[in-house]
């Protein structure tokens, strides 16, 4: 059968946690795009609605109990280096309790709350594409 984003593009989700004008990033340590920052999140398991995927996701990665979420973008991957291809789901989130943690140090090795103008590098993919979107969003201008 085969490995979803290797063998035959996956299904993913997001979720960008935003509080106070700041977006949520986490530092990914594993591929695809590992040393890249990236907003919460995973694949949408089968039977299960993206945004439940995205919001169970970001409450494992986080350790924030999300409140409600709404839909942002979607964001396909292409990504060559790791010979990955996801098509992603991404929601919006800035309804929720707690402080951000390191739940899974295995996979994500550091957090910080950044400005949408003063991002650190690299950004995966699909995070730069919800931040494009939350531009739009919160600002009304282009990346």
């Given at each position: 059968?085969?490995?979803?984003?290797?063998?035959?593009?996956?299904?993913?989700?997001?979720?960008?946690?935003?509080?106070?004008?700041?977006?949520?990033?986490?530092?990914?340590?594993?591929?695809?795009?590992?040393?890249?920052?990236?907003?919460?999140?995973?694949?949408?398991?089968?039977m299960e609605r993206?945004?439940?995927?995205?919001?169970?996701?970001?409450?494992?990665?986080?350790?924030?109990?999300?409140?409600?979420?709404?839909?942002?973008?979607?964001?396909?991957?292409?990504?060559?280096?790791?010979?990955?291809?996801?098509?992603?789901?991404?929601?919006?989130?800035?309804?929720?309790?707690?402080?951000?943690?390191?739940?899974?140090?295995?996979?994500?090795?550091?957090?910080?709350?950044?400005?949408?103008?003063?991002?650190?590098?690299?950004?995966?993919?699909?995070?730069?594409?919800?931040?494009?979107?939350?531009?739009?969003?919160?600002?009304?201008?282009?990346?």
């Amino acid at each position: 059968m085969g490995l979803p984003g290797i063998d035959f593009p996956g299904f993913g989700c997001g979720l960008a946690i935003v509080r106070d004008g700041k977006i949520l990033l986490y530092k990914r340590v594993n591929a695809p795009e590992a040393g890249h920052w990236n907003i919460v999140g995973g694949k949408v398991d089968h039977m299960e609605r993206s945004e439940a995927a995205a919001r169970r996701e970001a409450e494992e990665e986080s350790g924030l109990k999300i409140r409600s979420s709404e839909f942002l973008c979607l964001s396909e991957q292409v990504i060559e280096a790791d010979r990955q291809h996801w098509i992603s789901m991404i929601y919006v989130s800035r309804d929720f309790a707690g402080e951000p943690e390191l739940t899974e140090p295995h996979k994500l090795s550091a957090l910080g709350w950044f400005d949408l103008s003063a991002l650190p590098q690299p950004l995966s993919r699909f995070t730069a594409d919800a931040v494009v979107a939350l531009r739009k969003l919160e600002h009304g201008v282009p990346a």
